[in-house]
Each structure stands twice: as structure tokens, then as C-alpha cells.
């Protein structure tokens, strides 16, 4: 008869195993397994004493049309390469859900590889998804300095800034007041803000990265302007950087849907790169409908008996931004 398989909460033991698995699973060292501890659901399976499977769970909310609804984000999910093939995987994600929805999701979102295998369970991407770049020197011809104020650092303002932003799109994190440390220091960021001290309208980061051969790579995370002035004095301060960075790298769903970095482009020299999908899933959908509210123009009768109206709330026709 085979060893039983238990799916359990991680313990300060379990957590070590789960973490020396994930960096022989991928091949490195994961380290959002220690990072987010402190604010992740992880669990791991376990035969015989050995953790032979795990991941991470959060509960954060994401905004659709500037209502945020509670969401699971699976990460670092990982299953020790001698036991794949055993639909292990599948039984992980069920369970690593069942005690998230237990503490309110009701959709989960997740970055995978494995686009094709998430489907058949459910995920589904809602929006393409591109990383874009371009050559430094072109948008220095674009883009020319308004003389916005600059400042390097984050603050409360600018983070609140970002929030308010974000509730204009369907897709973005609420971030919690832990996300900006975390992703710092993941991704080794620098961040400046734009306009006044107090009331700022720009919020850019990157990281920058030494090349193989001379320069540096030069990678946009976060692009949050308010108007498009601030648009064009942030493209303008990336442009600066022509001296060390021959090109600017916008990572995946860091630019908002419209065309803000073609404004202005002399030359369309862009280049698109479609890379692992944004992928949602509905996990409760009467619920998830009521929490998101609908829009004040459509009709009463149309909407589900079950359901409320949230008085101005946006049309969920708005576009997605996946952050």
C-alpha cells in the first residue's frame, strides 16, 4: 500500500524542506519563499516526513472597476521532480485554494509557465500580455524635460498616489503596506517621484542590471502617471539615461494599456514581446460579482437577484492592467 500524502500547513521545519525543494525544483534559490513568509498562507505536502510539494498563498484584494475583491495569488508552487506525472500538482492548488476561499477570496490570479495545464484547471488570461522596449536614443527624441520637480525615494504619498491610480484599471493588486519593502528588495528598485512633494502625479521604478558586455539593462516596473504631462517628463527622465543604457526595457503590464510610450515616437521602433500570461480565475462568481457591484446605467432587472448595487461604480468595460 503507498505512504499516505498529507497536504498540511507549514511549520518551521516543513517551511526549511519546502524551501531547500523549491531551489532543486527550479534550479535556484526562490527567495519569496522567505520573503513573504510572514504574510503567506504556505503549505506543503508531506509523505513519510518529506515535504515532496509546496507553495504559496495570498490573500490580497485586486481592483475591478475601482471596487477591490479579495484575491488568492498562488507563487513558488513546486512539486519534486521525482513525484511529477502523479496529478500531485493538482491536489496542491485544490487545497492551497480551499483555505484561501475559507478566508474570503473569491478569484485567484496567478504568473505560470505552465499556461496550457492552468487552463484545464480553470485560469483563464484575461488580457495580452507584453513586455515592450525600445531604443534609449529614440525616445530622447521623443520625449523632452517639462521641467516637472523630481525626487528620488518613495513615500506615503506617492504609494498612495499609485493606489489611486490603480483602481482605474481591473486587474491591479491593492497593494498591502508590506508590498513596495518586498518588491524592493526582490527586485533591487530604484524610485523616483514626480510633481510636488505633497501631491505627487508620477511614480516610476526600475532596476538596472549590468550587461554581458558593457552598460547597463535598464528595466521599468512601475509606470504610474496621472496626466500626460507626467507621461512625457517620465519617458524624458529614461531617456537620460542614454549615456548607460542603450535601451529601456518595460517589463510585462508595467505600461497602462493605451499607447502613452507611442505619443510622441518619431520612430516606431518598438519591439513586443509576449511572455507568461496574467491568469484569472473565477472562484465564486455570484460572489464575486456582488462584491465588484455593477455599473449604475445597467437596468435593476437585469442584475442578479442575489446581487447589490454599488452606487458609482465603474463599467466593467474598462481595460486591464495585470500589476
Known sequence: MPDVVEIVQADDEL????????TRSYGHPVGDISRLRPHADI???VRDGRVIAGGLGLLVPQFFGG???PSALLSAGCVAPEERGARLSVDMLAKRLRHLRE???VISALWTTSGGYVRRLGWEAPVPVFAWSIATDDLKRAFTRSGLPVEHGRTTEADDLQRRLARQWNGPVKRPDWW???IDDKQQLTTYRFGPRQAPTGLLSF????????GMQLTVHDFWAADANTVGEMMA????HHTRAPVIYFRRSALPPYPALLHNLHRYRLTAEAWHPWMLRILDLQETVRLRGWPDHIERSSRPSSGTSRPGAT???HPSRSQ
Open 180 to 182: 513596495p519593502a518586498w
Open 207 to 214: 532596476a538596472m542590471r549590468r550587461s554581458e558586455r558593457h
Open 315 to 317: 463599467p466593467v468595460s
Open 237 to 240: 527622465f529614461l531617456a537620460g
Open 43 to 45: 503549505r506543503v505536502a
Open 15 to 22: 517551511w526549511q524542506q519546502y524551501d531547500a525543494l523549491a
Open 103 to 105: 478566508q474570503g477570496a
Open 67 to 69: 471596487v477591490p475583491v
